[in-house]
């Protein structure tokens, strides 16, 4: 694949990675100059319609979604190649390293790191999920880290929609089995859940340095998925906060029930650590396994005969029991009395805690009124433009939901500023070379580029382009341009023009749609003056319309010298004949441009000649018909630079 070009635009530089479905390659787009991720279907599934489903899935579902934490996807295509098909994903380039490779540089992760990364991905995985996209294959190898920190999902490549049918198929189990979920493994029904338990054994391995289970066989790891505890990170490591273990052990759950229902709700948990260092305290509210318990007696309990109820006792008195009420009453009085103190005195020293609202999606208006039903303030910490948000509408805040935060606390927010706008240039009648640099200008993307033959167009200029010239676009909208291939190429055959007079031969390349090219006019002994005795292109070839063909015209038979001259050395035995000797010369046409210009010149005698030029796409392989002495070289040109330079082969 090295040195490919999908897509007229794509060009393959390197290998950086594979997959079990398909191979990694870094690529430079030749239409905005930038370097790009190309993934290739690998060859042995190209025949194979399951695995294009699930390559084709890969783009849908991964196309679909955008975000800072999810790797963006640029195009889709398919090319064929030696007759078999070439299945291509575009993505962004991410200049970094796996979160596997991390992982194995430094062992372990510190806290804030798992804490950062793992927000990180919850992120990702909740935006994916709001447009009922399962991953089903989260793992440290399909997470990449930018040289910023930024985290990067990517590997769609067995995720579907949970709106769709997420059974797996039981002979065939997706996903990578030290990080799959026990439905996973067992191949039944998956859903967001999965993807949070398989976020959970990542977790478990930045923490700790090491994942959950291990085996001598993928089997033997997929079984301890499903019938086995893992152990809790704090035996492995003491320094482990209690808050974070809590937050993993509920992610890894071996029942869907149990685990964090959403990545939202995992992701509130991951900003309590991070911004209080809160200990989460994940409660089980599941009866089964509650500690065994004594039950009173249903019946017993109708008839006010619970076992664990004391017995009533026989009165002693009327007079003790007066003394006894009296005592309880006076209790009663002097615990009120302090109990309410207590309270009037603590509200002139404490204020009340208050949780802060969800206040992401909001119109400002709105969330400032709330907050101050609540008691808080609201404080706007700056504007952006947003594609996802419209103007006035909060996209983010500080403190995060559902933190504890004092009476008259002012909470920041982040205001959207709506989409940012950008003027589409004009790209019409420019040429393709000027086209990245013009989009990159006006923060735009390049979009579909189609190549259409025009008769009024130059190869390579822009024909049309859509949005419109000066149309008011979001930043980041794809263009599309139309690219003039120029005429449409049409074949006429070779005619003969030796033997006929110069006026003939003009006539004749007009009538085939030809052109004249060079005239060199010399003298023959086989022509008469006036007449061609050889052209640059044999008769009968298939060639293109506006050709230039060179003649040769005879000025008449040599006159003879009017000198005896010396007479000529005997040539020896085995030396090249005088007379020229036929042969053909194969050149296959190569270069940048969809068209070269081919010229052959003839150096014979002391002189030059041109015996041929034509032009041809590039790729065709040309047979050219030559002839010459044995003792002459023949230069080959390609656009006027010179390739090769090639002997007779009698020579």
């Not at 399951?50 to 390559?55: S, W």
């Not at 650590?273 to 809160?278: F, G, M, Q, W």
């Not at 052209?535 to 038979?557: F, K, N, V, W």
Request: charged share 30%.
């Amino acid at each position: 694949m090295l040195g490919t070009v999908l897509g007229d635009r794509y060009e393959i530089i390197e290998k950086i990675g594979g997959g079990g479905m398909a191979l990694v390659y870094k690529a430079r787009c030749r239409l905005l100059n930038r370097y790009v991720a190309v993934k290739v279907l690998r060859d042995e599934f190209v025949n194979d319609e399951e695995f294009i489903r699930k390559f084709r899935r890969e783009s849908q579902a991964a196309a679909s979604l955008s975000h800072p934490n999810i790797v963006n996807i640029y195009d889709v295509g398919v090319e064929k190649r030696d007759g078999q098909d070439i299945h291509y994903i575009v993505m962004e380039y991410i200049k970094g390293k796996t979160l596997k490779e991390v992982i194995r540089e430094k062992g372990k992760l510190t806290v804030n790191e798992t804490l950062d990364y793992s927000i990180q991905i919850a992120e990702a995985l909740d935006h994916a999920h709001k447009n009922h996209i399962v991953h089903r294959d989260i793992k440290p190898h399909n997470i990449m880290i930018n040289e910023e920190g930024r985290v990067k999902v990517t590997d769609f490549g067995i995720a579907r929609a949970a709106s769709a049918s997420t059974i797996s198929n039981t002979t065939n189990v997706v996903g990578s089995v030290h990080y799959f979920s026990p439905e996973q493994a067992r191949g039944r029904y998956t859903d967001e859940k999965s993807d949070i338990y398989s976020l959970g054994i990542v977790m478990y391995e930045m923490i700790t340095g090491r994942v959950p289970f291990e085996g001598d066989s993928p089997i033997s790891v997929a079984l301890k998925h499903i019938q086995e505890e893992i152990v809790p990170p704090r035996k492995i490591d003491s320094s482990i906060p209690v808050s974070l273990e809590n937050v993993i052990l509920k992610c890894v759950k071996k029942s869907q029930i149990e685990r964090y229902s959403t990545a939202s709700e995992l992701l509130n948990d991951l900003y309590k650590i991070r911004d209080k260092s809160e200990n989460i305290i994940i409660e089980n509210m599941d009866l089964v396994d509650e500690p065994t318990q004594i039950i009173p007696n249903v019946e017993n309990i109708k008839n006010g005969n619970d076992i664990n109820m004391p017995k009533p006792k026989k009165k002693e008195s009327d007079g003790g029991l007066k003394v006894v009420f009296l005592a309880i009453l006076l209790a009663f009085i002097v615990v009120s009395s302090l109990a309410l103190g207590f309270v009037k005195l603590r509200q002139l020293f404490v204020s009340n805690e208050i949780m802060v609202p969800n206040l992401v999606g909001m119109e400002l208006e709105k969330a400032e009124e709330e907050l101050k039903e609540l008691g808080l303030k609201l404080s706007v910490s700056k504007e952006i433009f947003s594609s996802d948000y419209d103007e006035g509408i909060i996209i983010d805040q500080n403190p995060s939901p559902r933190t504890e935060v004092k009476e008259g606390y002012t909470v920041e927010v982040v205001v959207s500023k709506g989409k940012e706008l950008t003027t589409v240039p004009n790209l019409i009648n420019r040429d393709i070379t000027d086209i990245g640099r013009l989009l990159l200008e006006a923060n735009l993307t390049e979009g579909k580029v189609v190549y259409e033959n025009s008769d009024t167009v130059p190869a390579n200029i822009v024909i049309s382009q859509d949005p419109e010239p000066f149309a008011e676009v979001e930043v980041d909208t794809p263009v599309n341009i139309v690219v003039s291939k120029g005429p449409e190429t049409v074949l006429v055959s070779m005619p003969k023009l030796v033997g006929l007079t110069e006026e003939q031969a003009r006539n004749a390349l007009s009538a085939h749609d030809l052109k004249m090219g060079e005239i060199i006019r010399e003298p023959n002994e086989d022509y008469e003056a006036g007449i061609v005795f050889w052209q640059s292109i044999e008769p009968g070839y298939q060639i293109e319309t506006e050709t230039a063909i060179d003649l040769m015209i005879s000025t008449g038979p040599p006159q003879a010298p009017e000198e005896p001259e010396e007479p000529e050395v005997p040539e020896e035995p085995g030396s090249p004949a005088e007379e020229e000797i036929p042969f053909v010369v194969s050149v296959t046409v190569e270069g940048e441009d969809d068209r070269v210009n081919i010229k052959i010149v003839r150096v014979q005698d002391g002189k030059k000649q041109i015996v041929y030029n034509q032009t041809h796409a590039v790729g065709e392989e040309v047979q050219i018909y030559l002839s010459g002495k044995p003792d002459s070289t023949f230069e080959i040109y390609q656009n006027d630079k010179l390739i090769d330079t090639l002997k007779h082969p009698e020579g």
